[in-house]
């Protein structure tokens, strides 16, 4: 499975941004799918992640902040990101989490770089 993300940029403080992340293979029934992010000298963290039944779950640092959602459909999972701040800069990386018999390795997207200027 291949996911593709687009969306980051650089954006003021108190601004959006909106994040999309495709997966190339909609085979499986029970999947996460969600985003992580690493900022510089940290380690990887969650973001947020999402069913394919709509039940999402949100780190406390971005709640009431930052959407996620996703179209079964279309493959697509999206986290809109409202009031960012600067600490929100980080490079943002779509995952998938795929159900099969057990759930299976992350796949990884190549990460996609939020700029939150002061």
């Known amino acids: 499975v291949q996911l593709q993300a687009s969306g980051g940029g650089l954006v003021q403080a108190g601004g959006s941004l909106r994040l999309s992340c495709a997966a190339s293979?909609?085979?499986?029934?029970?999947?996460?799918m969600g985003w992580y992010r690493q900022a510089p000298g940290k380690q990887r963290e969650l973001v947020a992640t999402i069913t394919r039944a709509g039940d999402a779950n949100y780190a406390d640092s971005v709640k009431g902040r930052f959407i996620i959602s996703r179209d079964n459909a279309k493959n697509t999972v999206h986290l809109q990101m409202n009031s960012l701040k600067p600490e929100d800069t980080a490079v943002y990386y779509c995952?998938?989490?795929?159900?099969?018999?057990?759930?299976?390795?992350?796949?990884w997207g190549q990460g996609t770089l939020v700029t939150v200027s002061s």
């Open positions: 995952n998938l989490k795929v159900w099969n018999l057990k759930w299976s390795p992350d796949y």
């Open positions: 293979d909609n085979r499986f029934t029970v999947t996460i």
